[in-house]
């Protein structure tokens, strides 16, 4: 597991972004278990109680789920899966509008460029 972390936003967020990403891609799988808060500390060498702080946050948004002393394990619940892949394909969409916007280019053109551009990707 490997993660760049940047300065801007806190460490634990950006542990629960890389979560989200890693189950919205189907790397992490509905119901898998994941490593434990210390093993995951030890990994990407963060504080224990940054790891702690965000499969507290994880689990709150019902992302992850511990019974008793077993080990923590993704959701299976379908519409917080279903609201992971959401909220990053919206992050992604927002930022690359308010970029497209800022040069004020054509709809039409933007919408023809980003076909262009994904339908090539899917060919790699």
């Known amino acids: 597991m490997s993660v760049t972390f940047n300065n801007r936003d806190p460490v634990y967020i950006q542990v629960i972004r890389h979560f989200k990403e890693q189950i919205a891609t189907g790397r ?3 119901g898998q278990e994941i490593s434990s808060r210390r093993e995951l500390a030890n990994k990407l060498k963060i504080n224990p109680n940054t790891a702690q702080r965000a499969y507290k946050e994880m689990e709150e948004q019902g992302l992850i789920f511990t019974e008793r002393n077993l080990p923590s394990r993704i959701t299976r619940d379908e519409h917080v899966l279903n609201a992971v892949r ?4 919206l992050e992604a969409v ?4 308010t970029s497209i916007h800022a040069i004020n280019v054509p709809l039409s053109e933007v919408l023809d460029l980003v076909k262009e551009k994904y339908e090539n990707k899917s060919e790699d």
């Open 28 to 30: 992490l799988e509905p």
């Open 86 to 89: 959401e909220e990053l394909i």
């Open 94 to 97: 927002d930022s690359f509008v």
